[in-house]
């Protein structure tokens, strides 16, 4: 390892542990293994019959075969339990990865708020250009004056009707206690028909 670290007594411990583990069980392979391999060897007549050492040799690989399989299956069972030691306790590889995640979040950050500002501005443009052009259109039908739009947009309806001679509509006096201004009456000709008579 690059980097030293001092463990604690229980870390060093449990470590330890794991390395006599690893040993004990990379040494019943290889000593089952090669028991495995004498046993297959076809040895000259002894006193013990043929077919009962046959039995015998049967019955040492079977029990020489389950003991790698053991001893296999306990070397697995030493992988899973180191990953979950690194896991648990590898601060240093956790505070990287967390600070990595910090990083990208706040990468992602800077960028949603610089997308923001712009929108900001352009919004802010936007808006300044349309209130140019409503308090311009407004000045010119109100006089300069700072009227409501339903106000500014009733005056400019009651110019244009006034402007081709049609009657105006007949509104309550904009100041108040004064009373509702006076409806004309429009006058009719009644040219070239006989008039209304008069009685005395």
Known sequence: MAQQRVLPQSKETLLQS??????DDI????????????????????????????????????VRAANIVRAGESLMKLVSDLKQFLILNDFPSVNEAIDQHNQRLRALQDECDRKLVALRDEVSVDLYELEEEYYSSSSSLCEASDLPLC????????????????????????????????????????TGGPGPTEHA
């Open 151 to 190: 106000e500014a947009y009733w005056r400019w309806d009651l110019n244009e009707n006034s402007a081709h001679g049609l009657a105006a509509p007949l509104l309550a006096s904009p100041e108040p206690g004064a009373g509702p201004l006076p409806a004309t009456a429009a006058t009719h000709s009644h």
């Open 18 to 23: 794991y390395n006599k583990r690893l040993k």
């Open 27 to 62: 040494k019943s392979v290889m000593d089952n293994f090669t028991e495995l391999i004498k046993t297959a060897k076809i040895e000259d007549e002894t006193q013990v019959s043929r077919a009962t050492q046959g039995e015998q040799d049967h019955y040492e690989m079977h």
